[in-house]
């Protein structure tokens, strides 16, 4: 009988990025993905032809977004399943120049991106298994903020503020770590070669790239507390 995957959770695991890490860990992960918006059906599909697959609808927007998050979780135990790893993905990254900043696009920039992954992480601890790690996708902009999307690099600077801080509260039951990423999935109207000259290895990275460091920090016991910066060397240009 071939041995059963792990349960981790991806929330924000559904679009882009997100489903392109959920595409990498379904080969030893069982998953749990977490989207704003149903997912194309054809694409689950597929996917659970690999793995062992549940999916939820988590709309940081959604004023009934607690009540549904636990319903949901507590779905999962009674089933029987048992997380042993989180990841959160969940964000946007719009450009908003100074001089274009409103109080409603910024509180939607801080809920999405900053304080509804707080409230995931708050939700999410209690349910990971003992020695579990609880993982972050922050953005290399915490370390040179962009100056087109500044709300964006405050709301990613203050959740990097909240890795260390978690780490010392779940201690020693869980681990937390960060993962500051360079460009790891250009959109459609970027110059990926121009991207690429930004960095130190002259390469974008990728979903591969980015799903090798949860791995390796999933599987590293005296890792806590920190972020890795995979960003290609690009703070350092």
């Not at 924000?12 to 998953?31: C, F, N, T, V």
């Amino acid at each position: 009988m071939p041995e059963e995957k792990p349960w981790w959770i991806l929330v924000g695991g559904m679009r882009r990025l997100g489903r392109a890490i959920a595409e990498e860990l379904a080969q030893d992960h069982a998953l749990v993905l977490t989207g704003s918006q149903d997912a194309e059906a054809e694409w689950l599909k597929d996917l659970a032809i690999r793995t062992s697959l549940r999916t939820f609808r988590w709309d940081a927007m959604d004023p009934e977004l607690d009540h549904q998050m636990m319903a949901d979780l507590a779905g999962l135990e009674t089933t029987g399943i048992r997380l042993t790893g989180a990841v959160i993905v969940a964000g946007v990254f719009p450009e908003q120049p100074l001089g274009t900043w409103t109080m409603g696009k910024l509180e939607t920039i801080w809920r999405v991106n900053m304080s509804f992954p707080m409230f995931c992480a708050q939700a999410l601890a209690p349910r990971l298994a003992d020695d579990s790690c609880l993982q972050f996708l922050l953005d290399t902009c915490i370390h040179q903020p962009f100056l087109k999307r500044l709300p964006y690099s405050a709301a990613k600077s203050g959740l990097a503020a909240l890795v260390p801080g978690l780490a010392q509260l779940l201690a020693p039951r869980l681990r937390v770590v960060g993962h500051a990423i360079g460009t790891a999935l250009p959109d459609e109207t970027s110059d990926p070669e121009w991207l690429a000259s930004l960095s130190l290895v002259k390469r974008n990275g990728n979903p591969a790239d980015v799903a090798r460091s949860l791995r390796f920090a999933s599987e590293s016991p005296y890792l806590t507390g920190e972020i890795i910066t995979l960003d290609g060397g690009r703070r350092w240009i």
